[in-house]
């Protein structure tokens, strides 16, 4: 099984910036997929960013177009943590933002973290 804990969260300005970070543990080297997921009441889950594991060919990263140019997901394999930066904020960045990660354990399965609040003020 994998475990994930988000860190970084907090109240920022519009404009300002934050990093998020989520430490992964446990079976880390089945690891698929692992990204960042924002929650806001009312609303699905969506996706902000992503990052595949791409073997020898490298890593890929996907982001909804809302955050392109502004968010920066990265990976620190040696660490087991998965970054976003999070530039240029803005009030609708605002929810709870959820590390997620596809893993493969027979079955693909998914693991969550318990989440990280984002507040921008405007």
């Known amino acids: 099984q994998v475990q994930l804990v988000e860190s970084g969260g907090g109240l920022v300005q519009a404009g300002g910036s934050l990093r998020l970070s989520c430490a992964a543990s446990?079976?880390?080297?089945?690891?698929?997929?692992i990204g960042w997921y924002r929650q806001t009441p009312g609303n699905q889950r969506e996706l902000v960013a992503g990052?595949?594991?791409?073997?020898?060919?490298?890593?890929?990263?996907n982001y909804a177009g809302s955050v392109k140019g502004r968010f920066t997901i990265s990976r620190d394999n040696a660490k087991n943590t998965v970054y976003l930066q999070m530039n240029s904020l803005k009030p609708e960045d605002t929810g709870v933002y959820l590390c997620?990660?596809?893993?493969?354990?027979?079955?693909?399965?998914?693991?969550w973290g318990q989440g990280t609040q984002v507040t921008v003020a405007s």
């Open positions: 997620h990660a596809q893993v493969v354990g027979g079955l693909i399965y998914d693991s």
């Open positions: 446990g079976s880390t080297s089945s690891i698929l997929t």
């Open positions: 990052i595949r594991d791409g073997g020898p060919r490298g890593s890929s990263t």
